[in-house]
Structure formats: C-alpha cells, structure tokens
C-alpha cells in the first residue's frame, strides 16, 4: 500500500505579510471604521434634528409677528389713533404703496 504525501506550500514572508494584513484589515479596520461611520452619521442626524427646531421655531415666531403688523396695520387701529392724537380719518387723503 502506497501513502499519499502531502505537500506542502510555504508562504514567503510578503505572502504571509499580507494575509495578515487582509485578516487584520477584515476583522479590525472595517468594524471599527463602520462603528465610526455611523456615530458621525447619528451626530449629524441629531444636529439636523436640532437645526430643524429651531427653523420651526423662527417661522412660528415669523407668524406672530405677521399677525402682530396685521393686527397693528388694520384701519381700525388706525382710526383710534388718528383720533386719540386729534386727528381725522379722511380716506381720499390716503395713498397706497405698493412694492
């Protein structure tokens, strides 16, 4: 009965360096270059958010003052003022502006 022999293949020194570096680059860098992506991803995320709530905010307080000129331009408003400084209210004297 004859044995098989096996062979065997030697690896030279920059094939082994670099079977470590891609087992190395596999297992360490890209886990932790993923971890590292996603915080940056979720920070930027919560900043959004942030930026998104204060625009909000702005318009809401962009509104109110858009009803307060309304309110404060109306001809009512007007015409008590006109009349608590002595003044009358004579609409042919009026013009209007338009931008």
């Known amino acids: 009965m004859r044995t098989k022999r096996v062979k065997r293949i030697k690896l030279l020194k920059g094939e082994k360096f670099m079977f470590f570096l891609i087992v190395f680059f596999g297992f360490v860098v890209m886990p932790t270059s993923w971890v590292y992506t ?35 331009a109306s001809i009512e408003n007007i015409q008590s003022i006109a009349s608590a400084n ?11 502006i338009n931008e």
């Open 38 to 72: 996603k915080a940056l991803l979720s920070e930027t995320s919560i900043e959004l958010e942030k930026i998104n709530s204060k625009i909000d905010s702005q318009d809401d307080k962009n509104e109110a003052l858009s009803m307060q000129i309304d309110e404060l």
């Open 86 to 96: 002595g003044l009358s209210y004579n609409n042919s004297n009026i013009k209007t």
